[in-house]
């Protein structure tokens, strides 16, 4: 069974510091998401990481995806208030069903 | 650009009570999910389907059922409401066979048992 954990959980930062949100999962896979939830709203897909070793930015944000570790980064770069949400990572189990097993999610709140 | 709408959006309902929820995608994908979202426990998977006429359980599927008899639309059904059944559930839906694809969310619909 594929399991999914976050750290941390919840993470209070001050504008313009820089932080990283951990995700271990506990089975081998190549596919892994990063979604962002705003209080009361919908998912929202960050990125996508498909291979060992891929990153991705966008903006402040910033992902990277190690395989062999079976972990994914979410890093934060001076971060602004404009990004207090919530983070899931989410892996896919593998096979053809697509099927996402999520973190806990952080709760970040970056204050001014 | 609708994407992925959900029906209703908030619903209130007695222990026992039966209820369907509506999820409707205008995308053309063929993978549809229906997840549940409770404080602190991320999204656990109820129900998906991999196509019309197909559905198969997920993570938490107990209390559950779902249909999809049109490709577009994935119902996901409670016979006999109980209190553990409040959340929030989340529709989503992606392409097939398109793994860098992500899974596309709906709005939630934010369900209480009394």
């Known amino acids: 069974e594929l399991k999914v954990e976050q750290n941390p959980l919840f993470l209070s930062m001050q504008e313009g510091k820089n932080y990283t949100i951990y995700c271990n999962y506990s089975t081998t896979s190549d596919r892994l998401y990063w979604y962002r939830q705003d209080p009361g709203k919908s998912l929202e897909s960050l990125f996508v990481l498909l291979s060992n070793g891929a990153v991705k930015q966008e903006g402040r944000l910033m992902a990277s995806l190690d395989t062999k570790a079976r972990l994914s980064t979410l890093h934060i770069t001076a971060a602004v208030h404009d990004l207090s949400a919530t983070y899931f990572c989410?892996?896919?189990?593998?096979?053809?069903?697509?099927?996402?097993?999520f973190g806990k999610g952080t709760l970040l709140t970056v204050n001014p | 650009n609708a994407g992925v709408t959900q029906t209703p959006k908030f619903r209130v309902l007695k222990t026992g009570q039966s209820m369907t929820l509506l999820c409707a995608q205008d995308?053309?994908?063929?993978?549809m999910y229906w997840y549940r979202q409770d404080p602190g426990m991320g999204l656990r998977l109820i129900h998906y389907s991999v196509g019309e006429g197909t559905t198969a359980k997920g993570e938490v599927p107990d209390g559950y059922n779902v249909s999809r008899l049109k490709k577009q639309n994935f119902l996901l059904g409670l016979e006999s409401a109980a209190p553990s059944q409040t959340s929030v559930y989340f529709c989503a839906s992606t392409l097939r066979g398109v793994g860098n694809q992500p899974q596309h969310f709906g709005d939630g619909t934010r369900l209480s048992i009394l």
């Open positions: 995308m053309n994908h063929e993978y």
């Open positions: 989410a892996v896919d189990s593998g096979g053809s069903n697509y099927k996402l097993t």
